[in-house]
């Protein structure tokens, strides 16, 4: 506003000054959804695991367990040779709907 002594009023924002602010804002807010999602999904990815492992305890070491669903999970044990007679046994612990590997648990044995 132009005032009749012919100054200008400085008060207030330019438009250029709130589109860098929104800009700022804008970016920050869309790394911080970003950082949030990636969390969430290893939150649902550790719980996988952590109900593969159940299932692993009751089905390999007849450790019973209260929540484990034997229809979600399978598993694949794979033997090996390795040095000085010692066999590796990795046991696999699969998703059965989507094939997809959750934990491998290696033991070593004579």
Known sequence: ???????IDQEGFTLLE?????TIFAVAFTILVKIQTDNISKV???FKKINALKFFK???YT???RETSKEDF??????KKIQFGIN???YRIT?????EKILEIKTYER
């Open 1 to 7: 506003m132009i005032y009749q002594s012919g100054k």
């Open 95 to 99: 998703d059965r709907k989507t094939g």
């Open 58 to 60: 009751e089905e390999v």
């Open 18 to 22: 709130i589109l860098v602010a929104i």
């Open 44 to 46: 649902e990815e550790n």
């Open 63 to 65: 450790i019973p367990e």
């Open 74 to 79: 399978g598993y694949r044990v794979e033997k």
């Open 88 to 90: 590796e046994i990795i």
